[in-house]
């Protein structure tokens, strides 16, 4: 029996290991924290179920859709309510429905007339030479204008990666964008896609209907840990990975080294400096650690419903950077999923730092939740203390794909391509969502299954290429 070790107890090391455990692999789960689940977060008390990571999950693929009835989860699953129809972007400091079709649009308080103009002449743009790399805003300017960045785009990355459009690039942190442009010569599908995508907080965007599950997002990595159980090994942060003659020796703190036959490197990329890597291109490995990662807090809070003059008749609300809020956006839970709030009681989950603020989150929880509250009070009317509160701060949140991203992605091909058993997976290759985690990890279990080959022992060759089918669908 092939031994494999997970390195990080997140969602991708999690579903890696059970997948592979499922073919008959020995696994071994290292995660350094007291805890699994990674960035996801879901807290109940005293009558609340607030999400203090990712808020929900984009309609599953089929992939994924597998994945949670294999975990038995089918029954539990709660789909985000119809009522709950309405987004929401801050503007001249109200609160401004976003248009959800090209007809609304042209009725709609949020653009100038000029904006307008520019979406539905955005087919008559030429691609011409368009650059190979670009940032998402320079796209944005090129293919329509700075209003439509600044009140459409803008606030949607804060939404996806809480991040700056100025620094992102177009081609790997909106890849839609880029493509169809490239195919098509017109991104107006792909605008109106992201118009109606429901502001899911800082991660957890998406353009499909959201789902999630009675206890919340948490029942994703509690049942994945029930079916690993003694695998799981909390508070063993790797602190060794070597390569050698007889396959990968782990060495993590407080553990004996184990050799094994394959490892998947699932933990954040900025944990890799606190590795020390005894393998070909470990010094090239070692860069993806710079990756930037900015602080995220996510702030839920509690009110009674006569507290709050907004009706709360949506997903929630994003903010345009140039409206200087403090409040990034925020979801209105207990309009999106049932039993977020007690009865007569309302619940809104606020994100604020990323990129646009990184040293409020450096404050305390009191101060916090202070900043957050001048901004409900302005944007959704509230009076009074809140009921509940609960304050999550994330340190280093979430992968950007800035300018010249494309040099990390190689990095981690070449090292997997020089280093046979050893796969590299997690939100920093192919997409920050929770789907995107899941797709990486199915990836990266193909991939090491094709290693060890059908009989369960390393294969003497190489693994194979991402793109082959045994890599399965980027």
Not at 196 to 222: C, H, N, T, W, Y
Not at 412 to 439: F, H, I, K, Q, W
Request: proline residues 7%; aromatic residues 6%; hydrophobic residues 40%.
């Amino acid at each position: 029996m092939a031994a494999v070790a997970i390195i990080g107890a997140g969602l991708t090391g999690l579903t890696a290991a059970f997948r592979l455990k499922q073919r008959g692999s020995r696994v071994v789960v290292y995660e350094a924290s007291d805890r699994i689940g990674g960035s996801i977060k879901s807290v109940r008390r005293d009558g609340y179920l607030a999400e203090l990571g990712p808020s929900s999950l984009a309609a599953p693929s089929a992939a994924v859709t597998t994945l949670l009835a294999d975990l038995g989860l089918d029954g539990s699953r709660v789909t985000a309510s119809p009522a709950a129809g309405n987004r929401y972007i801050v503007r001249r400091g109200r609160l401004t429905r976003l248009p959800m079709a090209p007809a609304e649009l042209l009725t709609s308080r949020l653009l100038s007339n000029g904006a307008k103009l520019a979406i539905f002449g955005e087919p008559l743009v030429d691609a011409g030479d368009s650059p190979l790399e670009e940032s998402i805003a320079a796209f944005v300017r090129r293919r329509f204008n700075q209003e439509v960045l600044d009140y459409i785009v803008n606030p949607f990355i804060a939404g996806m990666f809480a991040g700056d459009p100025e620094q992102l690039s177009v081609r790997h942190a909106t890849p839609k964008l880029h493509a169809l442009e490239r195919t098509h010569g017109s991104v107006m599908k792909a605008l109106m896609q992201m118009m109606k995508a429901p502001p899911g907080g800082p991660g957890g965007g998406g353009m499909a209907k959201l789902v999630s599950f009675r206890s919340g997002l948490q029942e994703i990595p509690d049942a994945l840990g029930r079916e690993l159980s003694s695998e799981v090994r909390l508070r063993a942060p790797v602190t060794q990975l070597r390569k050698g003659d007889r396959g990968w020796t782990v060495g993590a703190a407080f553990q004996t080294p184990e050799l094994f036959d394959a490892v998947v490197y699932a933990a954040p990329a900025h944990c890799l400096d606190e590795v020390d890597l005894d393998l070909v291109g470990s010094e090239k490995l070692s860069t993806l650690a710079s990756i930037f990662h900015p602080p995220v807090a996510v702030v839920a809070l509690g009110f009674r419903r006569d507290q709050l003059s907004h009706p709360l008749d949506g997903f929630g609300f994003l903010t345009p950077e140039v409206e200087r809020k403090r409040v990034m956006g925020a979801v209105f839970s207990s309009s999106l999923f049932p039993d977020r709030a007690p009865e007569g009681h309302v619940l809104v989950t606020a994100f604020v730092g990323g990129t646009r603020d990184p040293d409020l989150v450096q404050a305390d929880p009191q101060t916090l939740t202070a900043r957050v509250l001048d901004d409900l009070r302005s944007l959704l009317g509230t009076s009074g203390e809140p009921t509940f509160r609960a304050v999550q701060v994330w340190p280093k949140a979430i992968p950007q794909y800035v300018l010249g991203y494309g040099r990390f992605k190689e990095i981690a091909e070449d090292v997997e391509r020089r280093n046979p058993g050893l796969v590299l997976a997690g939100t920093y290759r192919d997409g920050v969502s929770l789907g995107d985690s899941m797709a990486s990890a199915e990836q990266a279990a193909g991939r090491v299954t094709e290693f060890l080959g059908t009989d369960g022992l390393a294969t003497a060759g190489q693994q194979p290429d991402r793109g082959s089918p045994a890599a399965g669908p980027d």
